[in-house]
T-cell receptor
Framework: EAGVVQSPRYKIIEKKQPVAFWCNPISGHNTLYWYRQNLGQGPELLIRYENEEAVDDSQLPKDRFSAERLKGVDSTLKIQPAELGDSAVYLC????????????????FGAGSRLTVL | SQQGEEDPQALSIQEGENATMNCSYKTSINNLQWYRQNSGRGLVHLILIRSNEREKHSGRLRVTLDTSKKSSSLLITASRAADTASYFCAPNQGGKLIFGQGTELSVKP
């Protein structure tokens, strides 16, 4: 079974340019998360989806960040325009959501997309 | 704000020794999870302990949870060089997992 797939793995852009990251979660996983991880820090939650609905986007900087999860499967995270401080690793994770292990929310992470803004 | 805070921030031990990492959190939880991250990789789930459990074992891992103190600990016994990684606790509040800064563990052969 394929894990959580993210692309691109690395992206270098100049400030003020747009960038987009793509995530394909594990098949059947209803919950999808986007996290941002700065060097030496823990992952910071940006947005959480239950199917196609964003149930928690309180930490998403909405002036420049946007996300979507069409049909409740793949998701994209976009930054426009990028700033120097956006350099980080963007992690996507998915979990089964409610089910046999109701409320467990064990996350499977992708390898991440490392963004460098120059 | 961070829900989980790990202590110590860094830990260096010799192979064969035990490693203990602590986690404190602020609000009520459904469960608490521990994850591991090797350099340049995504996080990998290690173990989950439910709010009504006090201790759980998985191989060389032992996790404890004290909900009255809002704290948890992760013990890795008989450590190996391959255990070198960052370890994060993630208190789960209604499906929302908030990670701390992690403990960077270095196991020297």
């Amino acid at each position: 079974e394929a894990g959580v797939v993210q692309s691109p793995r690395y992206k270098i852009i100049e400030k003020k340019q747009p960038v987009a990251f793509w995530c394909n979660p594990i098949s059947g996983h209803n919950t999808l998360y986007w996290y941002r991880q700065n060097l030496g820090q823990g992952p910071e939650l940006l947005i959480r989806y239950e199917n196609e609905e964003a149930v928690d986007d309180s930490q998403l900087p909405k002036d420049r960040f946007s996300a979507e999860r069409l049909k409740g499967v793949d998701s994209t995270l976009k930054i426009q325009p990028a700033e120097l401080g956006d350099s980080a690793v963007y992690l996507c994770a998915s979990s089964p959501g409610q089910g046999v292990l109701s409320g467990a929310n064990v996350l499977t992470f992708g390898a991440g997309s490392r963004l460098t803004v120059l | 704000s961070q829900q989980g805070e790990e202590d110590p921030q860094a830990l260096s031990i010799q192979e064969g020794e035990n490693a203990t990492m602590n986690c404190s959190y602020k609000t009520s939880i459904n469960n608490l999870q521990w994850y591991r991250q090797n350099s340049g990789r995504g996080l990998v789930h290690l173990i989950l302990i439910r709010s009504n459990e006090r201790e759980k074992h998985s191989g060389r891992l032992r996790v404890t949870l004290d909900t009255s103190k809002k704290s948890s600990s992760l013990l890795i016994t008989a450590s190996r060089a391959a255990d070198t990684a960052s370890y994060f606790c993630a208190p789960n509040q209604g499906g929302k997992l908030i990670f701390g800064q992690g403990t960077e563990l270095s196991v020297k052969p």
